[in-house]
């Protein structure tokens, strides 16, 4: 009884020993860390079972959504840069359009330099 006792002692005051240090039992999850995620990272994306577990058809389809949704705002984003390099969509120069207030010939004058013409 003295023995177990005095295992228990030193147990707990932290004399037996450090326990090993925890190696992981799964690969971890991984997401690019220098750049934005895109729509291949998440299909590739595999998340390891825990002691409960998690409904994987439910856990699928939202990886599918969300891989799917990424893809479409890529491809939107896309769209609008090239749309931005083309020069499409771009507004018009501030005061060359014609809103009855300013003097389409002197886009920078205000209204009091017009009224002093």
């Known amino acids: 009884m003295a023995v177990i006792l005095g ?3 030193l147990v707990a005051t932290g004399r037996g020993g450090e326990l090993s240090r925890e190696e992981p039992d799964r690969p ?3 997401l690019p860390e220098d750049r934005l995620v895109d729509a291949v990272d998440v299909n590739r994306l595999r998340l390891p079972l825990a ?3 998690y409904r994987m058809d439910e856990v699928d ?6 891989a799917g ?3 479409e705002r890529d491809r939107q984003i896309d769209a609008l840069g090239q749309e931005l390099l ?3 969509g771009t507004p018009p120069l501030e005061g ?3 809103d009855g207030r300013r003097d389409v010939e002197h886009p920078n004058q205000t209204d ?3 009224e002093a013409r």
């Open 7 to 9: 295992t228990l002692a």
């Open 51 to 53: 002691f409960r577990g």
């Open 96 to 98: 060359y359009v014609d």
């Open 61 to 66: 389809r939202v990886l599918d959504r969300l």
């Open 28 to 30: 971890p999850v991984r």
């Open 69 to 71: 949704e990424i893809a």
């Open 112 to 114: 009091e330099d017009a």
């Open 86 to 88: 083309s020069g499409a």
